[in-house]
């Protein structure tokens, strides 16, 4: 599957396309805690494993740099 088939992936998912990722939520639907907001965006290259949000210990799910983000994300990170 590639990235512009699949819309989110989850922690321990393969990268096959290099880009900043957003975090979405945690597998088990819930958006808190808050990650760091250095977590809130990765960066990977193909090969890369999608990481848990470490400052939390959780699972999660990454949006695809093609896929929109809200204002709420650079809020989080200090950006707006």
């Given at each position: 599957?590639?990235?512009?088939?699949?819309?989110?992936?989850?922690?321990?998912?393969?990268?096959?396309?290099?880009?900043?990722?957003?975090?979405?939520?945690?597998?088990?639907?819930?958006?808190?805690?808050?990650?760091?907001?250095?977590?809130?965006?990765?960066?990977?290259?193909?090969?890369?494993?999608?990481?848990?949000?470490?400052?939390?210990?959780?699972?999660c799910w990454w949006l695809p740099p093609d896929v929109p983000i809200g204002d709420d994300l650079d809020?989080?990170?200090?950006?707006?």
């Open positions: 599957m590639t990235t512009q088939t699949k819309t989110r992936f989850r922690t321990g998912d393969v990268c096959i396309q290099a880009g900043r990722y957003h975090f979405d939520r945690y597998v088990d639907d819930r958006t808190t805690p808050t990650p760091a907001p250095s977590e809130l965006v990765i960066e990977l290259a193909p090969g890369d494993r999608f990481p848990q949000i470490t400052t939390i210990g959780k699972e809020e989080l990170r200090g950006d707006a």
